[in-house]
Nanobody, 119 residues
Framework: QVQLVESGGGLVQAGGSLRLSCAAS????????MGWFRQAPGKEREFVAR????????YYADSMKARFTISIDNAKNTVYLQMNSLKPEDTAVYYC????????????WGQGTQVTVSS
């Protein structure tokens, strides 16, 4: 079973940047793609970005593609989410997830990391 551990969250002022990390371990050979999602208080979880495990393909939610960048370091089995020009509405718990089968649900989830953007 794949294990995912996020880190890098914290408190930042509006306009600032953060880089989230998601370290994958155990059965990483079974991963097809990795995704980042977020959930704000009182709201449903929403998709942020996805990257193929090979790193060749990325996909973003339209509202975030201008400010967020997803990347992967296969040597470290770690996926990153660089977030720039942060806004208070970006405040949420950010989760990474692993997808084993193309087009299928995400099978494995991390515990989440809190990002708080102050105005």
């Amino acid at each position: 079973q794949v294990q995912l551990v996020e880190s890098g969250g914290g408190l930042v002022q509006a306009g600032g940047s953060l880089r989230l990390s998601c370290a994958a371990s155990r059965r990483t050979f079974s991963i097809y793609a990795m995704g980042w999602f977020r959930q704000a208080p009182g709201k449903e979880r929403e998709f942020v970005a996805r990257i193929s495990w090979s790193g060749g393909r990325t996909y973003y939610a339209d509202s975030m593609k201008a400010r967020f960048t997803i990347s992967i370091d296969n040597a470290k089995n770690t996926v990153y989410l660089q977030m720039n020009s942060l806004k208070p509405e970006d405040t949420a718990v950010y989760y990474c997830a692993a997808q084993a089968v193309p087009g299928a649900k995400y099978d494995y989830w991390g515990q989440g990391t809190q990002v708080t953007v102050s105005s």
